[in-house]
């Protein structure tokens, strides 16, 4: 494999016009330019990736940290994000918290020593201790779904939308509305999404039975769970449930089915994340799209602006979203 030293003699130029070059830090007549490609296309040369980050001191690596890989969310999030970023150069250096925050505190810091440009990070929950690790980073960093002081957000609107799911139960005629929640440490899923249902609820004047509010952990088992806890323990039976994703609606779907509810007539059922088995189900679950794909775009986008300095500002995103009435409702 040829050295720059060797490309350089090649093309009958100086070291440094061939490093401005590959850099494409300066100028470089067209002559000259086409003289070097020829040389490189002719040797196979692969600028040493290593070598070229200690000249920039950019690795043209970000690191993004995920809650979970295995979901629909997290996949169209990454695609949305690699779009952007590998048009630009950069790679994607993935980390998987499994909702372990001492995991994300941990990525945090394996992410730093590996020298990323950035960070992209999609949070679990927001703890003062991982405000303070964000603020003794020295590179940029974004947040995703969940809204961190100090550097910039990309948001979902998780208040408005679970008041837009709550209205859609009202106008179809029901007052016994259950609810499926995570934990209220998870602000933008398990409190915002909570306290929009609550207010809508109240805003119609219809009282919530306690044993309505139940919580899950992201996946279907704990949905199937809280909603035979809701049906089998309330004095009052719902006749419609509003699940925060779309997996714990699918598993209240699943009892409901197991137990002979007919869903939508006994039970009006709607989750949020528009995952695509979401229109296979029968009957088809009404969901929120929240339009992942975007949300990792304009995280990618707000990254690299930072890194090349274009634009220092924070800036708080808040998506629209689409809510998708179907069978379920």
């Known amino acids: 494999m040829a050295t720059i030293n060797e490309i350089a003699k090649m093309a009958k130029v100086s070291r440094t016009t061939v490093s401005r070059f590959l850099n494409n830090s300066g100028y470089v007549s067209e002559d000259v330019r086409k003289r070097i490609e020829k040389v490189i296309e002719e040797t196979g040369y692969i600028p040493s990736q290593y070598a070229k980050s200690l000249r920039t001191k950019q690795t043209k690596v970000i690191g993004v940290i995920l809650p979970t890989i295995r979901t629909e969310t997290s996949s169209r999030l990454v695609a949305g994000m690699d779009e952007i970023l590998a048009a630009s150069g950069y790679q994607i250096l ?55 002081d100090g550097i910039s957000n990309v948001l979902y609107d998780d208040y408005h939308v679970a008041r837009a799911l709550t209205s859609l139960f009202i106008s179809k005629g029901h007052q016994h509305i259950g609810f499926i929640g995570v934990a209220e440490s998870d602000r933008s899923v398990g409190l915002l999404r909570k306290k929009g249902y609550l207010d809508e609820m109240e805003k119609s004047d219809f009282a919530v039975e306690p044993a309505w509010l139940q919580k899950g952990i992201f996946d279907i088992d704990s949905g199937y769970t809280a909603m035979k806890n809701i049906m089998e323990t309330s004095n009052q039976k719902p006749t419609a449930v509003f699940a925060v994703t779309d997996r714990l609606a699918i598993g209240a779907m699943k009892y409901l089915k197991e137990h002979n509810y007919n869903i939508p007539d006994d039970v009006a059922i709607a989750g949020i994340g528009a995952s695509e088995v979401s229109m296979h189900l029968d009957p088809s679950l009404t969901t929120v799209d929240y339009q992942n794909e975007k949300a990792g775009k304009e995280a990618a986008i707000l990254i690299l602006d930072q890194i090349k300095k274009e634009n220092k500002a924070i800036k708080k995103l808040t998506l629209t979203y689409r809510l998708l009435e179907r069978g379920s409702v």
């Not at 918290?97 to 810091?109: G, R």
């Open 94 to 148: 993935l980390a998987n918290t499994n909702l372990n925050k001492e995991k994300e505190m941990e990525y945090m810091d394996l992410l730093k020593s590996r020298q990323v440009d950035g960070i992209i990070l999609a949070a679990t929950n927001v703890s003062d201790a991982l405000v303070n690790k964000i603020s003794q980073l020295v590179i940029p960093c974004v947040a995703i779904g969940q809204e961190i």
